[in-house]
């Protein structure tokens, strides 16, 4: 059975940073490209990051130079290191598991607020 279990979310002040973890169980972890999307209260789902199986990233625009994806592929772990808050950037962040045209696995997410 797969797992996908995000941690690390939490309250922020405006401009600082949090490091989201997700932990992946039941997936041949390195062959799958592992993205972190957020959904916002009554806005769709959005993509934020992405990490190849290669090692290659890729980001949206949103978060670029403030947010780092990372995969430590000898833990099944997954991880987004988030700098400069924004109020904006306030959702449930969603770790994924994508295998191309095989695939593709959701966790359940973790809250993260920016707030004074």
């Known amino acids: 059975q797969v797992h996908l279990v995000e941690s690390g979310g939490g309250l922020v002040q405006p401009g600082g940073s949090l490091k989201l973890s997700c932990a992946a169980s039941?997936?041949?972890?390195?062959?799958?490209?592992m993205n972190w999307y957020r959904q916002a209260p009554g806005k769709e789902r959005e993509f934020l990051a992405g990490?190849?199986?290669?090692?290659?990233?890729n980001y949206a625009d949103s978060v670029k130079g403030r947010f780092t994806i990372s995969r430590e592929n000898a833990k099944n772990m997954v991880y987004l290191q988030m700098n400069s808050l924004k109020p904006e950037d306030t959702a449930i962040y969603y770790c994924?598991?994508?295998?191309?045209?095989?695939?593709?696995?959701w966790g359940q997410g973790t809250q993260v607020t920016v707030s004074s």
């Open positions: 039941g997936i041949s972890f390195s062959r799958y490209n």
């Open positions: 994924n598991a994508d295998r191309p045209n095989w695939n593709s696995f």
């Open positions: 990490i190849h199986v290669t090692g290659n990233t």
